[in-house]
Each structure stands twice: as C-alpha cells, then as structure tokens.
C-alpha cells in the first residue's frame, strides 16, 4: 500500500479471533505513507470516501466479493459493494 497510496484507512477484513487493535498496530508499523485506523470496516470506507478528492482512487482492498465478516468465530452479512452503493447512493 505504502508504495502506491498517499494515505491509507487500516480497518478490520476478516479478524477472526485475533484482536483488531493488534492487527491493526502490526500492519501500520510496515506503512511508510500516512494514516488513519477505523476498525468498523463500514465507517472506514465511509472515511476514505469522504476525504477523497475527484483526482483520487479509493482502493477497498481486503475482502474482495466476499458477502461475510467473520468475527469471533461467527460470520456476521457484510459486503463492500453494499456498503459503497449505499454511501454513494447507487441502486
């Protein structure tokens, strides 16, 4: 990421039984770019498109079309195309 982006927003994918704050430090001491940690994936992509400019690209990376966060050992619904139609309002 650090090679390619300005700024990055470090959120959850699938935290499993790990603990998201850890992930979260373990990967951001690798970043040489700025940024911000959002561990609720849903406000992190809501973040990163709201401080995005029209010359920017948002990359969410991570969870691909996967349609689930698993957490703890439960698979709650999630899906990012959802949540980015939803905030750009796209049916």
Do not use: H, M, W
């Not at 770019?33 to 959002?38: D, I, L, S």
Request: proline share 3%; glycine share 4%.
């Amino acid at each position: 990421v650090s090679e390619y982006a300005d700024f990055a927003v470090l959120t959850n994918d699938n935290p499993r039984y790990e603990d998201p704050k850890l992930i979260a430090k373990d990967v951001a001491e690798r970043l040489t770019c700025k940024y911000k940690v959002v561990l609720n994936r849903s406000q992190a992509t809501e973040f990163a498109l709201s401080i995005a400019t029209a010359v920017d690209t948002v990359a969410i990376l991570g969870k691909g079309a996967e349609e689930y966060q698993e957490i703890k050992g439960k698979k709650f619904p999630y899906s990012d195309v959802d949540v980015v139609r939803n905030l750009l309002r796209i049916e």
